[in-house]
């Protein structure tokens, strides 16, 4: 079965300091992975995504995340945070035309 | 920019009542889907179409029923609302997988909030 898990519900952060975001997958085939973000009442935008190539992504709002097929493993990463970063954050593999999401990680940025 | 719009952000409705919730795309999208978000179960496929009046059930169809009738616009229909159908409901769009045109994302609409009394 297609999975991707979020092993954390919850991350605080301070502002100004480097945040993670974890996510590890558990497909067949290619690993195509997905970050979306969702910000309070509002639906989820697209981030990044890994396909191919530079196991290290970059996207939006300054964003990047590193793919390691060894650890199977696709965590979103930025070196400073800010209170503004503060949403629920997915990772997502598709899987035929649909998607599988993983749980959500609350992100807490603290001013 | 791609813009799905959901017709009601809010919704409250007593239980028993039919209810509609409307998605529509600009972007000449094939896909469409209705996805309930519920806090600890991030999103959970309801069903998704992707062609004009075709359609196919999600992981959790039970209690929906879902109309395309024209290529913009995918309806989310509770038949009878129950008060377990409380929750978050985002529709999202895409080219289909195999197009030329698919990139691989999902874009989704604001979300509308439904809470059945």
């Known amino acids: 079965a297609q999975s991707v898990a979020q092993p954390e519900d919850q991350v605080n952060v301070a502002e100004g300091n480097p945040l993670t975001v974890k996510c590890t997958y558990s497909?067949?085939?290619?690993?195509?992975l997905f970050w979306y973000v969702q910000y309070p009442n509002r639906g989820l935008q697209f981030l990044l995504k890994?396909?191919?190539?530079?196991?290290l992504v970059k996207g939006s709002y300054g964003f990047e995340a590193e793919f390691n097929k060894s650890q199977t493993s696709f965590h979103l990463k930025k070196p400073s945070a800010l209170v503004s970063d503060s949403a629920l954050y997915f990772c997502a593999h598709p899987y035929g035309q649909n998607f599988v999401f993983g749980p959500g990680t609350r992100l807490s940025v603290l001013p | 920019d791609v813009k799905v719009t959901q017709s009601s952000r809010y919704l409250v409705k007593r239980t028993g009542e039919k209810v509609f919730l409307e998605c529509v795309q600009d972007m000449d999208h094939e896909n469409m889907f209705w996805y309930r978000q519920d806090p600890g179960l991030g999103l959970r496929l309801i069903y998704f179409s992707y062609d004009v009046k075709m359609k196919e059930k999600g992981d959790i169809p039970e209690g929906y029923s879902v109309s395309r009738e024209k290529k913009e616009r995918f309806s989310l229909i509770l038949e009878s609302a129950s008060t377990n159908q409380t929750s978050m409901y985002l529709c999202?769009?895409?080219?289909?997988?195999?197009?030329?045109?698919?990139?691989?994302?999902?874009?989704f609409g604001e979300g509308s909030r439904l809470t059945v009394l």
């Open positions: 999202a769009s895409s080219f289909l997988l195999g197009s030329s045109l698919h990139t691989g994302e999902l874009f």
């Open positions: 497909v067949s085939g290619n690993p195509y």
């Open positions: 890994y396909i191919t190539g530079d196991n």
